[in-house]
């Protein structure tokens, strides 16, 4: 490029701009044009699937009035044309408790031993509630945790930022039912799932999917929760409160219209929980590999002692799936539990009872972990039939959670809808090697591994971690080693 510069002095401190043109192929142009469309197609795509679903709402404090018509057919019924009017009026407060939308909370109320770097968080049974409270103008949920000694709570953000939780955070509830990722929330972790099904969301379901109820939208999703999780950074063998308030824009106490109830003054949600030792299973695993294992003496009942103490041990224990969690995405009325496995838990006594009989001494645990080896001894020969591991802290984990079950009756089978307890954590034996049973106690602080004659090799024992279906929190541990021992260790 060769610039001339005038020197006449209507020239001076004049500005001079200067531009560059690239000349493309029209092959690469094309290229470009498609690459553009497609990426924004994935990114629309994207949000689409990561943003709530429109659902239409009852506005507050209005009158309602409710058609319907229907058609008599059947035998010995005269077939006509019959309708029904029902009229309504709704509340102009929003609801005062989050208990008719709650599925479940992590960890339950009162748990006292939660690993202290899970999450903590709720889960909503839909996002129905949060559509009503956006109905209120200037409404906002304040959560707070606060720890029993009144000391600071604090987390971090996905920004690195510091989190003031015992101070309590504002939100909007139509900021929280929108997950894209223009609109991500640092200070919390939400996820959309399949929600509990009932007979009556079914046939919505087919209703919608066979036409029959134009209006409502084919693409609308009926059964769909939320899980909201807070980043806080907790701390061991503390006591937490999680407290979830209706505020106004500034933070003040909602005012409620309407008449004082029983459940006046009470908090939107609020629960109670410890936290133990351990941070996650890894950490557990690390406490259960210090100790020397030490070495007990079966005493031998029978000319077969291994298989009578799996005999004892059939006989007090039940089998039980890991995970019975009930879901019917595709209204195909089963599906598949979330998590296969199955264990066998004894109730605590009977369990305590048993090795006490088989080794003929009482074995009160006097450290934080520990771990054995059963050992069966002849004339010649020494070999371990089983290993024990006992813990303070629960190797096998539940939580409470709402599930659908199926409950046969003299008319059928019917589904109900009930609160209890999912197993989170549990030692493996399909991902443990060289062990042919597993046996738990109800509260999981111990377990009974029988050993497999015929293997050769490392004999490792696993314990398993998941985040149930209504729980979908982001950080469990899975499968993680809990002991790795060489089998020639285990004879003499």
């Known amino acids: 490029v060769r610039l001339t510069w005038p020197t006449s002095s209507k020239f001076d401190h004049q500005k001079i701009l200067f531009g560059?043109?690239?000349?493309?192929?029209?092959?690469?142009?094309?290229?470009?044009?498609?690459?553009?469309?497609?990426?924004?197609?994935?990114?629309?795509?994207?949000?689409?699937?990561?943003r709530a679903p429109m659902i239409p709402v009852l506005e507050p404090n209005s009158k309602y009035e409710l058609t319907t018509r229907w058609n008599t057919v059947g035998d010995d019924i005269v077939p006509g044309d019959k309708m029904d009017i029902f009229r309504f009026s709704t509340t102009s407060d929003p609801p005062r408790r989050l208990e008719p939308y709650l599925l479940a909370t992590l960890p339950a109320a009162e748990e006292q031993i939660h690993p202290y770097g899970h999450m903590t968080g709720f889960?909503?049974?839909?996002?129905?509630?949060?559509?009503?409270?956006?109905?209120?103008?200037?409404?906002?949920?304040?959560?707070s945790v606060t720890e029993d000694g009144n000391n600071r709570v604090v987390g971090?953000?996905?920004?690195?930022?510091?989190?003031?939780?015992?101070?309590?955070?504002?939100?909007?509830?139509?900021?929280?039912l929108v997950l894209d990722i223009k609109a991500d929330i640092p200070s919390i972790d939400r996820t959309w799932f399949?929600?509990?099904?009932?007979?009556?969301?079914?046939?919505?379901?087919?209703?919608?999917?066979?036409?029959?109820?134009?209006?409502?939208?084919?693409?609308?999703?009926?059964?769909?929760?939320?899980?909201?999780?807070?980043?806080?950074?907790?701390?061991?063998?503390?006591?937490?409160?999680?407290?979830?308030?209706?505020?106004?824009?500034?933070?003040?106490?909602?005012?409620?219209?309407?008449?004082?109830?029983?459940?006046?003054?009470?908090?939107?949600?609020?629960?109670?929980?410890?936290t133990g030792v351990h941070a996650d299973l890894a950490e557990h695993a690390e406490a259960l590999k210090r100790p020397v294992m030490r070495s007990r003496r079966i005493r031998a009942k029978t000319d077969a002692p291994p298989h009578d103490l799996d005999l004892?041990?059939?006989?007090?224990?039940?089998?039980?799936?890991?995970?019975d969690e009930y879901r019917d995405p595709d209204l195909s009325g089963v599906a598949p539990p979330a998590n296969a496995d199955e264990v066998y838990l004894a109730p605590d006594q009977a369990m305590e009872d048993l090795l006490n009989s088989w080794l003929d001494e009482r074995t009160p645990m006097t450290t934080e972990v520990e771990t054995w080896a059963l050992w069966e001894v002849d004339k010649l020969t020494a070999k371990a039939a089983a290993i024990v591991v006992r813990s303070r802290e629960p190797l096998l984990r539940r939580t409470r959670t709402a599930k659908i079950v199926k409950d046969a009756t003299d008319a059928g089978s019917a589904e109900i809808l009930k609160l209890d307890d999912i197993i989170t954590r549990y030692p493996s034996l399909k991902t443990s090697s060289g062990i042919s049973k597993l046996y738990s106690n109800s509260s999981g602080t111990c377990t009974i591994a029988l050993l497999d004659p015929a293997f050769k090799g490392t004999v490792v024992l696993r314990a398993n971690e998941y985040a149930a279906h209504y729980l979908p929190y982001d950080n469990p541990v899975g499968p993680h080693d809990l002991l790795a021992i060489s089998s020639g260790e285990l004879q003499r």
């Open 20 to 50: 560059g043109i690239k000349f493309l192929s029209t092959d690469e142009l094309e290229r470009v044009t498609n690459q553009t469309a497609y990426n924004g197609a994935v990114l629309e795509e994207l949000e689409d699937y990561l």
């Open 123 to 143: 889960s909503l049974s839909s996002g129905d509630v949060l559509r009503i409270l956006q109905k209120h103008p200037g409404l906002r949920l304040r959560i």
């Open 156 to 176: 971090s953000d996905t920004q690195g930022n510091v989190i003031v939780w015992s101070d309590g955070l504002l939100f909007d509830p139509a900021q929280l």
């Open 194 to 274: 399949n929600a509990l099904p009932s007979p009556l969301l079914r046939a919505l379901k087919q209703a919608i999917a066979q036409g029959k109820l134009d209006c409502i939208d084919n693409t609308i999703k009926l059964d769909q929760g939320l899980w909201i999780g807070l980043r806080v950074a907790l701390q061991p063998l503390l006591g937490y409160r999680v407290r979830v308030e209706l505020v106004d824009a500034v933070g003040a106490p909602w005012t409620f219209q309407e008449t004082a109830r029983d459940d006046e003054g009470l908090p939107f949600l609020e629960w109670h929980f410890r």
């Open 312 to 323: 004892e041990l059939t006989q007090i224990s039940r089998l039980v799936s890991v995970s």
